[in-house]
T-cell receptor
Framework: ETGVTQTPRHLVMGMTNKKSLKCEQH?????MYWYKQSAKKPLELMFV???????ENNSVPSRFSPECPNSSHLFLHLHTLQPEDSALYLC??????????????FGDGTRLSIL | EDKVVQSPLSLVVHEGDTVTLNCSYE??????LLWYKQEKKAPTFLFML????IEKKSGRLSSILDKKELFSILNITATQTGDSAVYLC??????????FGTGTSLTVIP
């Protein structure tokens, strides 16, 4: 139990579907992150939220839309995805995203497959 | 372009062996280097290194950073089958940026 919970664990969707990934952290952290992990590639940082405000968006296609209603919850809304978007999507949190030198705590991820 | 390179990509050893995993980086505005262990689920935090030459230890694992040569090593002594995992190296830079390597896949054979 890492204190970061992601749902669903697995998701299969068609390219025209709309779905959402959910992340919840029980660690009292103020920063939350979305990563994409593809086979044989480094983890790619997608979005960063600090105190509910988005601070980073690393050139992610608009078919991925994040939402952070509070410091404990983070969503990733998906629509009209492409087959190359199939990957493991990891959520992470840290105490305060503006202060460096703090480790991130990761969830178990959502395994996403696009048909 | 900022990047983190890990080597080897994969490693197979026998129980009891000692292994050394390497991580080199080229990252602007370096703040810290982190090591994670990823089994089938969430990456779990191992070490955070910010200063050169200071070894961090946790049981059979240890790590050290060289900020002049821009690399870090992760040592595991007396390996056990439970050490089998992918070991990830990440560098934190300014503005909440984290750069990860592709990882080293370690398999420990009984």
């Amino acid at each position: 139990e890492t204190g970061v919970t992601q749902t669903p664990r697995h998701l299969v969707m068609g390219m025209t579907n709309k779905k959402s990934l959910k992340c919840e952290q029980h660690l009292g952290h103020n920063a939350m992150y979305w990563y994409k992990q593809s086979a044989k590639k480094p983890l790619e940082l997608m979005f960063v939220y600090n105190f509910k405000e988005q601070t980073e968006n690393n050139s992610v296609p608009s078919r991925f839309s994040p939402e952070c209603p509070n410091s404990s919850h983070l969503f990733l809304h998906l629509h009209t995805l492409q087959p190359e978007d199939s990957a493991l999507y990891l959520c992470a949190s840290s105490q305060d995203g503006q202060q460096n030198n703090q480790p991130q705590h990761f969830g178990d991820g959502t395994r996403l497959s696009i048909l | 372009e900022d990047k983190v390179v890990q080597s080897p990509l994969s490693l197979v050893v026998h129980e009891g062996d000692t292994v050394t995993l390497n991580c080199s980086y080229e990252v602007t505005n370096f703040r810290s280097l982190l090591w994670y262990k990823q089994e089938k689920k969430a990456p779990t935090f191992l070490f955070m290194l910010t200063s050169s030459g200071i070894e961090k230890k946790s049981g059979r694992l240890s790590s050290i950073l060289d900020k002049k040569e821009l690399f870090s090593i992760l040592n595991i002594t007396a390996t056990q089958t439970g050490d089998s995992a992918v070991y990830l190296c990440a560098v934190e830079a300014l503005r909440n940026q984290f750069y990860f390597g592709t990882g080293t896949s370690l398999t420990v054979i009984p």
